[in-house]
């Protein structure tokens, strides 16, 4: 199992940039995605999201270029 993380506001000024919005919609977009992602992986699987002990590997996409990760995840 692969995590694909990246600090706050890294996350935020991405969304800023895909969706051509305001800092301030940006995080109420994040904020709302992560509780759904959090609350579907506790419902299903019974886990924290944040348990850093369920994952193979933990993918930080500030410190990682896209072709990095794929090559750490085909590895």
Same mark, same amino acid.
């Given at each position: 199992?692969?995590?694909? /993380?990246a ?7 991405? *969304?800023?940039?895909? %969706?051509?919005?305001?800092?301030d &919609? !940006? ?5 709302? +995605?992560?509780?759904? %992602?959090? &609350?579907?992986?506790?419902? $299903? $699987? @019974?886990?924290?999201? =944040?348990?850093? @002990?369920?994952?193979?590997?933990? /993918? =930080? +996409? &500030?410190r +990682? !270029?896209?072709? &990095? !990760?794929?090559?750490? *995840?085909?590895?």
């Amino acid at each position: 199992v692969v995590r694909v /993380v990246a600090p706050r506001d890294v996350r935020v000024r991405r *969304l800023m940039q895909q %969706r051509s919005c305001s800092k301030d &919609e !940006a995080s109420a977009f994040l904020d709302q +995605t992560d509780a759904s %992602r959090e &609350e579907f992986v506790r419902r $299903f $699987f @019974h886990r924290d999201v =944040n348990d850093v @002990h369920d994952y193979d590997l933990i /993918v =930080n +996409t &500030e410190r +990682t !270029a896209p072709s &990095e !990760a794929a090559s750490l *995840l085909i590895d």
